[in-house]
């Protein structure tokens, strides 16, 4: 399957949030499957709302999430004319035409046939309308363009005339009778066409040969196959998903907690985790390795990922979050964890990298590299409880002789009575800033002796204030 091209067609309207992600993912992931190509097309025909910042903050998180794209990037507005060219030819085969209905006729019609018990679609008062008198109306009256998909249905012919199939290769085949559908409108009464017929033009122009996409795009897959047969174009193979849904169970979006790609880059997330939780959603069966994108495309079987809905969790992408950051090489770990200390190295990095659930946690333990960094709230609690004498009695000891963790630990217990908890985390407070965190032994051998002493001094003095 060389021949494989997908695609990802954002409207630069806005940040790329998760449901955009999953798209590109997905598309990404089916085209590096099959050693095809996957394109990146701006659909940039809404002038008023498309806007050139969207167009770059677009392509820098795709680049970040390592969803590069095949070729030139492609926009939407530079197949205008086709555009026009193929309602020109539809229109000629009276498989598009004129509407002159006002927003309020509609309103009233949708009305009317609801309260029969019918489906709330356009009533085709303006499909028969004589040429020449749409062309008069044209001139003084606004209107929109509507596709003609009931009076195909009423043509004569065989029966498969009177249905229209969307090949899904996660569903089969799905028909639809046309008699069901509408005759949607495709372009406003501002001259501006709506998503149906530049996306499917577009597809068949740039060779795009699947597409997947969410199942709240099935209808309109029918619509845009219909069409694209009449214009003698082969539509692409469709591949329709199961949602993706918030915590609440509604479609994911903004005003339901889907976050953008920029505010999660900000908080410190790694891309892969985003990558892995977002391939995991509804596609069962994947190894459990810690894999980079390229790696999940080889796993990756798009039949396997559910028709069924699914929802996301911000946990699970954070739990994934830790589990690669904690596996990181140690030189990778110090240049995010220099963000937020300036002063660390690569010895402080292997030794937080286990205790870290974000890289920002590192600052917790920031003692270890500055005497002079205030206790946490919590620790500072606990060094006041034991107060300066049991600190006092763990330097003198700490002074006497040359002891490890253990050992010393042991004579402090000795001398002090305190043993557990009450015995540790004061002593691991005073060395790191933290009430938990590295094995303590580790902790002395990357300060050194005379680090201990520092941090035990600092803190009788803080204590005798």
């Given at each position: 399957m060389t021949d494989v091209v997908t695609r990802f067609a954002p409207s630069p309207t806005g940040l790329l949030h998760l449901g955009n992600v999953r798209t590109a993912l997905l598309n990404w992931l089916y085209a590096h499957k099959h050693g095809g190509r996957f394109l990146l097309r701006f659909e940039d025909t809404d002038k008023d709302r498309s806007e050139q910042q969207f167009i770059q903050a677009i392509q820098k998180d795709l680049h970040w999430l390592g969803l590069n794209w095949d070729g030139e990037v492609l926009f939407q507005s530079q197949?205008?004319?086709?555009?026009?060219?193929?309602?020109?030819?539809?229109?000629?085969?009276?498989l598009a035409y004129r509407c002159f209905c006002s927003e309020s006729q509609l309103a009233i019609?949708?009305?009317?046939?609801?309260?029969?018990?019918?489906?709330?679609?356009?009533?085709?008062?303006?499909?028969?309308?004589p040429h020449d008198k749409s062309e008069q109306r044209a001139v003084s009256e606004p209107f929109v363009w509507r596709l003609a998909v009931h009076r195909d249905a009423g043509s004569t012919g065989p029966a498969d005339n009177h249905e229209v199939i969307v090949a899904d290769a996660l569903r089969g085949d799905v028909r639809f009778a046309l008699r069901d559908l509408d005759d949607p409108v495709v372009v406003r009464s501002d001259g501006s066409f709506t998503f149906l017929l530049p996306n499917a033009v577009d597809d068949a122009l740039d060779g795009i040969t699947h597409v997947m996409r969410g199942d709240d795009h099935l209808t309109n897959s029918a619509y845009q196959v219909?069409?694209?047969?009449?214009?003698?174009?082969r539509p692409p193979v469709y591949l329709h998903h199961g949602l993706?849904?918030?915590?609440?169970?509604?479609?994911?979006?903004k005003r339901s907690g889907s976050h953008s790609v920029a505010e999660l880059r900000v908080a410190g997330l790694l891309p892969a985790a985003l990558i892995q939780t977002m391939t995991r959603l509804g596609h069962p069966n994947l190894p459990d390795d810690d894999l980079n994108v390229t790696m999940l495309a080889t796993h990756?079987?798009?039949?396997?990922?559910?028709?069924?809905?699914?929802?996301?969790?911000?946990?699970?992408?954070?739990?994934?979050?830790?589990?690669?950051?904690?596996?990181l090489?140690?030189?990778?770990?110090?240049?995010?964890?220099?963000?937020?200390?300036?002063?660390?190295?690569?010895?402080?990095?292997?030794?937080?990298?286990?205790?870290?659930?974000r890289v920002e946690d590192a600052v917790h333990f920031s003692r270890m590299l500055d005497v002079g960094t205030?206790?946490?709230?919590?620790?500072?609690?606990?060094?006041?409880?034991?107060g300066a004498g049991f600190y006092r009695e763990a330097l003198r000891l700490w002074a006497s002789e040359d002891l490890d963790w253990k050992s010393w630990a042991e004579a402090v217990k000795g001398t002090t009575g305190r043993k557990g908890r009450s015995l540790f985390m004061p002593?691991?407070?005073a060395l790191t800033g933290a009430l938990h965190g590295p094995e303590m032994s580790a902790v002395l051998d990357y300060i050194g002796r005379r680090g201990v002493e520092e941090r035990l001094q600092d803190t009788i003095s803080r204590l005798s204030v």
């Open positions: 197949h205008a004319d086709d555009h026009r060219s193929a309602l020109h030819s539809l229109a000629e085969k009276g019609d949708r009305k009317l046939a609801t309260s029969r018990g019918l489906p709330p679609r356009y009533n085709g008062r303006c499909r028969e309308l219909w069409l694209l047969q009449k214009l003698g174009y993706l849904l918030g915590a609440d169970g509604a479609k994911l979006s990756f079987k798009a039949e396997h990922v559910s028709t069924s809905s699914v929802r996301w969790s911000d946990d699970e992408m954070w739990r994934w979050h830790t589990r690669i950051l904690h596996q090489p140690v030189d990778e770990l110090l240049e995010l964890i220099l963000q937020h200390i300036p002063g660390a190295d690569a010895g402080f990095a292997a030794l937080v990298q286990p205790n870290l659930e205030p206790f946490l709230e919590e620790s500072q609690a606990v060094a006041v409880e034991v002593l691991r407070a």
